[in-house]
């Protein structure tokens, strides 16, 4: 594609001399092909998604005995996870040999997809999910500030109504299943999550449901 | 017969416009990527509705899928300053080179006997360097150290970068300046071996973790 213009000797022009007609036109197939190498690298090499970070305030380890005469969990749910399975129990926890009202407490499997594990923290986190629509409804219509509208679902999160939830899990559980489980109690609304060790009674429970 | 003529066109194409968007993309690609250090391990993570990005100032502890725990400071000056603290703690001694090498690292995931000779590694073979990860248990809990070290020379060079904000009539909020602290897991990895690294935070009552995640749609806030 050089297109430099060749004068085909010099033995036959006619005395006169005539400039170098030279093409204007450069080849620029090899800068063409430096350019798209250079794409190809920067599109292959660089990632636009920069990695997110999701905060989880654990408990503080304290060594005082827990106080007999704090409240009762009533509106907890209890989240048992073992690799890839996902199982829960609301309220207190009965072992087999103290049974409590309904006899001793079962275990109910469920799932991460949306209409598994999503479904069953919605509907036990009915009060704030419903109070929170309200309010958004407030804000599109330009009743309720932004400003109040977050205030308002940080104390709407914390009050005795709302859905508590407990993740315990076994040794077979992967940290995929425990960010997932997490997410979706976050996407669920829930202000207080507290991952703490399993007792021996549910990780016996949760061992015979897995063998089922 | 009359031949028929195949009208003759030139062959080459103009390619100007096409080497304009070309280079356009180029400079696009190469101004929008961002180059970080080399990290010894690569980590899948799980993702999350998170929308936080990571803060500057942090601690962060990796976790592979086998369960060696790595060490990362952002803060150049607090990594010098955690480095001769930890050096003087075990007995290890690190010449000058060695300190500024370190302090441009990024993750790293050995002993402290092991870290001089890590140190000295070239770039590209650290990734190869055979180790066993931070050791954690309560013989020997070097994490526990290296984050009760860091987060002290974190929060002093926090503080004089706070100060200087502050005359500069900026108005900072000092929360910005204190270290966060993150857990980079995979998502392969179990649980149980994150735990002990949250345990280890805990015990230095640092209760406030950030998990490593990768972003995913949020049905809550769907934009």
Redesign the interface.
């Known amino acids: 594609m050089a297109e430099i213009a060749e004068s085909g000797g010099g033995g036959h022009d006619k005395g006169k001399k005539r400039a170098k007609k030279s093409s204007t036109r450069v080849d620029m197939t090899p800068m063409v092909d430096l350019a798209f190498l250079l794409l190809t690298f920067f599109v292959l090499t660089s990632t636009f998604s920069k990695p997110k970070v999701m905060s989880l305030a654990y408990p503080a380890k304290i060594d005082e005995p827990v106080d007999k005469n704090a409240p009762k969990l009533n509106n907890g749910i209890t989240f048992l996870l073992s690799k890839d399975k996902i199982f829960y129990y609301t309220g207190e926890f009965y072992p087999a040999d103290r049974p409590g009202k309904d006899g001793p407490t079962k275990l109910t499997e469920t799932n991460f997809s949306a209409s598994g594990l999503r479904k069953v923290l919605a509907d036990l986190n009915s009060y704030v999910l419903l109070r929170k629509e309200g309010m958004v409804k407030k804000v599109k219509a330009k009743q309720m500030a932004d400003t109040t509208y977050t205030r308002e679902l940080e104390l709407l999160k914390g009050k005795p109504e709302a859905l508590k939830v407990l993740v315990k899990t076994d040794d077979k559980a992967l940290c995929k299943n425990f960010i997932d489980l997490i997410d979706e109690v976050k996407i669920a609304e829930i202000g207080v999550i507290a991952p703490v060790p399993m007792l021996p009674a549910e990780l016996k429970l949760l061992e015979t449901q897995l063998k089922k | 017969m009359p031949k028929i003529k195949i009208p003759k066109s030139s062959p ?1 194409i103009d ?2 416009p ?2 304009d968007l ?2 356009l ?2 400079t696009f ?2 101004l ?2 961002s180059f970080r250090p080399s990290e010894p391990v690569t980590v899948e ?11 500057e100032n942090n601690i962060m502890v990796t ?1 592979d899928t086998d369960g060696k725990v790595y060490f990362n400071l952002t803060n150049p000056e607090a990594r010098k300053e955690a480095l001769n603290n930890m050096a003087s703690l075990y007995k290890v001694s690190f010449n000058e080179e060695q300190i500024e090498k370190f302090a441009l690292m990024s993750t790293f995931g050995c002993t402290m006997k092991e870290l001089p000779a890590y140190i000295d590694l070239p770039g590209d073979s650290r990734k190869e360097f055979k180790t066993e990860g931070i050791p954690l248990d309560s013989l020997d809990n070097q994490l526990k150290n290296w984050i009760s070290y860091s987060q002290m020379a974190a929060l002093n060079t926090g503080k004089t970068a706070y100060e200087e904000a502050k005359q500069k009539g900026l108005a900072p909020d000092a929360d910005d300046f204190k270290p ?1 602290f ?1 857990i ?9 071996k ?2 002990k690294v ?1 345990d280890v ?3 230095l ?1 640092l ?10 749609f ?3 806030n769907p934009n």
Do not use: H, Q
Request: aromatic letters at 8%; zero cysteines; glycine letters at 2%.
């Open positions: 080459s390619m100007t096409m080497v070309a280079f993309l180029v690609f190469m929008a990527a993570t799980a993702s999350s509705i998170s929308d936080k990005v990571i803060p976790l966060k993150i980079r897991a995979d998502g392969k990895s179990v649980y149980k994150a735990e949250i935070f805990r015990e009552n209760n406030n973790l950030n998990f490593v995640t990768s972003s995913e949020n049905p809550n």
